[in-house]
């Protein structure tokens, strides 16, 4: 199974800077097969990033996604109030083996 | 509008079973595979199974293999997740989520539902 680690656990920032979240896999992972998500308190998930750098449908622009192997990362270029919250990178492996990290919270400072 | 609404969640003993549904509305159901994921308390995110647009075809994480079951009925817009022998890490907030891909695999989810509670205590 592919092991996904999010750092940092906690990233404190204000709005307006930029924010950089890193996702890093044991073994090398298809691009086609990574994903980011959003998730506020009290809400579900919602897809932000496919297939490393793709915007799902209706996600601002100030958020990127690259990378590719085994090291991943989610920009936002400019924090705005409404995206702070904890944000999961999610990985599909072979043998079916679909995984996400642990998390990176994203806090006002 | 796209809508996934889950049931069914309750209290349960250890040992114990549930059945969870999912009404899906706002898209052709039975052209898409059906994801459920957990959450327990204050954790992070779990693939829990995977079921194919026509059902024929499942998949499950490791630690739920031989206890859950997924299914679904096209006629009915509905997914299920049948739960035997239940432990207490089985505790957690189970989402119902769409595939993205239209009778094709990406494996990662566009659209959850609110999710619907399982606590399993004595």
């Known amino acids: 199974e592919i092991v996904l680690t999010q750092s940092p656990g906690t990233l404190s920032l204000s709005p307006g800077e930029r924010a950089t979240l890193s996702c890093r896999a044991s073994q090398s992972v298809s691009s086609s097969y990574l994903a980011w998500y959003q998730q506020k308190p009290g809400q579900a998930p919602r897809l932000l990033i496919y297939?490393?750098?793709s915007r799902a449908t209706g996600i601002p622009d100030r958020f990127s996604g690259s990378g590719s192997g085994t090291d991943f990362t989610l920009t936002i270029s400019r924090l705005e109030p409404e995206d702070f919250a904890v944000y999961y990178c999610?990985?599909?492996?072979?043998?079916?083996?679909?995984?996400f990290g642990q998390g990176t919270r994203l806090e006002i400072k | 509008e796209v809508q996934l609404v889950e049931s069914g969640g309750v209290v349960v003993q250890p040992g114990g079973f549930l059945r969870l549904s999912c009404a899906a509305s706002g898209f052709t159901f039975d052209d898409y595979a059906m994801h459920w994921v957990r959450q327990a308390p204050g954790k992070g995110l779990e693939w829990v199974s995977l079921i194919s647009w026509d059902g024929g075809s499942t998949y499950y994480a490791d630690s739920v293999k031989g206890r859950f079951t997924i299914s679904r009925d096209n006629s009915k817009n509905s997914l299920y997740l049948q739960m035997n022998s239940l432990r207490a890490e089985d505790t957690a907030l189970y989402y119902c989520?769409?595939?993205?891909?239209?009778?094709?695999?990406?494996?990662?989810?566009?659209?959850w539902g609110k999710g619907t509670t399982v606590t399993v205590s004595s």
């Open positions: 989520a769409k595939e993205a891909g239209d009778h094709y695999y990406y494996y990662y989810m566009d659209v």
């Open positions: 999610q990985q599909y492996g072979s043998s079916l083996s679909i995984t």
């Open positions: 297939g490393a750098s």
